[in-house]
């Protein structure tokens, strides 16, 4: 796996081997219409979980935080994610956890993040926080083959879905991957989104060595994301979202094209997924709150177990909550995708738990139309940017892309706030 030069990751390698490695590959891609589907693989993993429309298959559902060991304070949400793994650890369910963690000297790694192996919790807690930044599992994979043990691997609904089908395929794998934790997904940048918060920051991308894309603050509301990076000298640079141009996550900006083709929001094949609570009154609340949905036995008895110790800070919450948290990515993977299935499309069979079909709201199709092409032209005029060395040619076309979604995808109040942060009034 390698960066493109749009800073995404592709395979690279001799086309003969990949050729006659085919039918592997199609078993085991979580995109190819030859691979099970998400239902499927809850159904065999979670017999006794119960199926939902929306969210599949699930034993519970919670929103709330960690309440000691200082895990919310520590990460972008509730601290959920880093507790899971270290409980897992105490309780010597786990010999090691895949997670994705920062690099300690990027201008030589070639990358700000990259999955790894924690064996303490020490090094778990160095995984806490949210990371928008392209990844691969293929170390990893090699490092769980090569030593006995059993894991847990933390990744987005593609990469667990890929997990998944590849513990079917490999029996050392499904012996020692014991645990799947999952992650809400909106989609996968690429490794320009960085590069782009640094250029309109005024800084060089190789003075930065550390990434913040979500910096804590608990006097304002969670939803404010702050982007901070730590340069070389030591000093920060830092800047909210909403006064970047690129900052507004559903626009798609630097989108991977196969998340327009993905149909699942939660992590359905995962032993437990989190995500963040994105309505009132946790919205409001700096210190983060997470929402998680429990498919494992195991998993579940240990967060019902810690809820009664007092160590969890939980209650519980029906599909319907754990949809409306989400309800921005179901439209895009729902309604959204069944739209995007009518397109014209080269060289891609979809098989889908949607329908192909069309919007009756005219609105709502330019809206779907817009995002794609802004994700899909925000590669290509930031790849001209860079040769040109010219920024004001990626700030201006993102303005103006981003004047005509907000007109589109916002009521006229709401316009008229966006257009003040931005500078456009």
């Known amino acids: ?20 490695r085919s039918e592997v590959l199609a078993r085991t891609c979580p995109f190819s219409p030859s691979a099970s589907n998400e239902d499927q693989i809850a159904a065999d993993l979670f017999p006794a979980a119960e199926p939902h429309e929306t ?23 509730g601290g959920m994610v880093s507790w899971v793994l270290e409980e897992l650890m105490r309780r010597g369910l786990i010999d090691g956890a895949a997670h994705v963690a920062p690099v300690a000297e990027p201008e030589t790694d070639g990358r700000f ?17 949210s990371r928008y930044y392209p990844v691969e599992m293929s170390e990893i994979l090699r490092e769980i083959r090569a030593n006995p043990g059993r894991y847990a691997v933390v990744g987005v609904p593609c990469f667990i879905k890929a997990v998944q089908l590849l513990r079917r395929q490999d029996p050392l794998l499904r012996e020692r991957i014991a645990f799947t934790l999952g992650l809400f997904c909106g989609h996968m940048k690429s490794a320009r989104f960085v590069e782009s918060f640094a250029m309109q920051m005024n800084v060089p991308i190789e003075e930065v ?11 304002r509301p969670a939803s404010t994301y702050t982007a901070e990076l ?10 909210d979202w909403w006064n970047l141009v690129d900052g507004d996550w559903g626009s798609g900006f630097f989108q991977y094209e196969a998340c327009n083709f993905c149909d699942d929001v939660i992590a359905e094949t995962a032993d437990i997924s989190f995500g963040d609570a994105w309505v009132e009154p946790y919205t409001s609340d700096g210190r983060g709150t997470n929402v998680i949905v429990t498919r494992s036995p195991v998993v579940n008895d240990l967060i019902q177990a810690a809820i009664e ?24 993977r729902r309604e959204g995708l069944s739209y995007r299935l009518t397109w014209p499309k080269t060289g891609l069979k979809s098989v889908k738990r949607v329908r192909p079909a069309a919007p009756e709201s005219r609105r709502r199709r ?8 802004v994700s899909r032209w925000s590669h290509r005029i930031f790849w001209l940017t860079q040769r040109t060395g010219n920024p004001i040619l990626f700030i201006r076309w993102s303005k103006s892309a981003m004047t005509f979604y907000h007109a ?18």
Do not use: N
């Not at 960066?3 to 081997?17: E, S």
């Not at 110790?309 to 895009?332: H, K, N, Y």
């Open 230 to 239: 730590t340069l070389k000298d030591g000093s920060i640079q830092k800047r």
């Open 209 to 219: 060595q550390a990434v913040e894309f979500r910096k804590k603050d608990v006097t």
């Open 113 to 129: 993040f990259r999955y790894r192996i924690s064996r303490s919790p020490d090094e778990i807690r160095e995984g806490a926080k």
């Open 55 to 77: 969210i599949g298959r699930f034993i519970a559902a919670h929103v709330g935080y960690v309440a000691t060991g200082g895990f919310r304070e520590r990460g972008s949400s």
């Open 408 to 425: 589109l995808a916002y009521s006229r109040g709401e316009l008229g706030k966006l257009l003040d942060r931005w500078g456009l009034t």
């Open 366 to 373: 330019l809206i779907y139309r817009t995002r794609a092409l």
């Open 1 to 20: 796996m390698d960066f493109d030069p749009y800073g995404q990751f592709h395979p690279t390698g001799d086309q003969h081997w990949m050729r006659s």
């Open 309 to 332: 110790d007092g160590r969890l800070c939980l209650e519980p919450v029906d599909e319907e909550f754990v949809v409306a948290t989400q309800a921005a990515g179901f439209r895009q």
